[in-house]
T-cell receptor, first 114, second 119 residues
Framework: DAGVTQSPTHLIKTRGQQVTLRCSPISGHKSVSWYQQVLGQGPQFIFQYYEKEERGRGNFPDRFSARQFPNYSSELNVNALLLGDSALYLC?????????????FGSGTQLSVL | AQTVTQSQPEMSVQEAETVTLSCTYDTSESNYYLFWYKQPPSRQMILVIRQEAYKQQNATENRFSVNFQKAAKSFSLKISDSQLGDTAMYFCAFMKHRRSGAGSYQLTFGKGTKLSVIP
């Protein structure tokens, strides 16, 4: 079975641009979460979606948005990029209900903002 | 708000030896989950072990075991018979317990401990 897949693996953007990151969850998983991992730090929670509804949002500005599609895949959008948005963006999926606390992560998208 | 503290930025261990990574946390919740995740150079976060706070028995997964001290809010990871493939960043993480299907499954991570296994 395929794990969580993220695309692209690497991305270079300039300040002020917009970026879209994509995530496909493990088959059967209905919940998708997004995390930002700045170099040398642990991941920080950005969003969680379940059944296309936002279920949680971390302390990130409105420049960050996300959505979940009927097939449970998800996109993370970041507008007006800043240098500080350079980070590894991790997507995680999980089951709904029992066992939903076990998150399975993808290998991430490395975003560099120049 | 919950906080997770890992006080050892880096550690090293000889192959086949045992090493213990420390983690403390702060929360007012009574029911929650604690996790250890491993992040090798491939960057993928891999779940190592999970502990439910209402279970007093310490979790074990093969060579990995935890020492969960709820009153002290301490959650350490012991790796026995260390292998070269254990070289990675290790993150301790906290999650509030939620009713099935309700609310957000949100992890709060520590800053990590870089573990090097020496041949």
């Amino acid at each position: 079975d395929a794990g969580v897949t993220q695309s692209p693996t690497h991305l270079i953007k300039t300040r002020g641009q917009q970026v879209t990151l994509r995530c496909s969850p493990i088959s059967g998983h209905k919940s998708v979460s997004w995390y930002q991992q700045v170099l040398g730090q642990g991941p920080q929670f950005i969003f969680q979606y379940y059944e296309k509804e936002e279920r949680g949002r971390g302390n990130f500005p409105d420049r960050f948005s996300a959505r979940q599609f009927p097939n449970y895949s998800s996109e993370l959008n970041v507008n007006a990029l800043l240098l500080g948005d350079s980070a590894l963006y991790l997507c995680a999926s999980s089951l709904a209900g029992q066992g939903g606390e076990k998150l399975f992560f993808g290998s991430g998208t490395q975003l560099s903002v120049l | 708000a919950q906080t997770v503290t890992q006080s050892q930025p880096e550690m090293s261990v000889q192959e086949a030896e045992t090493v213990t990574l420390s983690c403390t946390y702060d929360t007012s919740e009574s029911n929650y989950y604690l996790f250890w995740y491993k992040q090798p150079p491939s960057r993928q976060m891999i779940l190592v072990i999970r502990q439910e706070a209402y279970k007093q028995q310490n979790a074990t997964e093969n060579r990995f075991s935890v020492n969960f001290q709820k009153a002290a809010k301490s959650f350490s990871l012991k790796i026995s018979d260390s292998q070269l493939g254990d070289t990675a960043m290790y993150f301790c993480a906290f999650m509030k317990h939620r009713r099935s299907g309700a609310g957000s499954y949100q992890l709060t991570f520590g800053k990590g401990t870089k573990l090097s296994v020496i041949p």
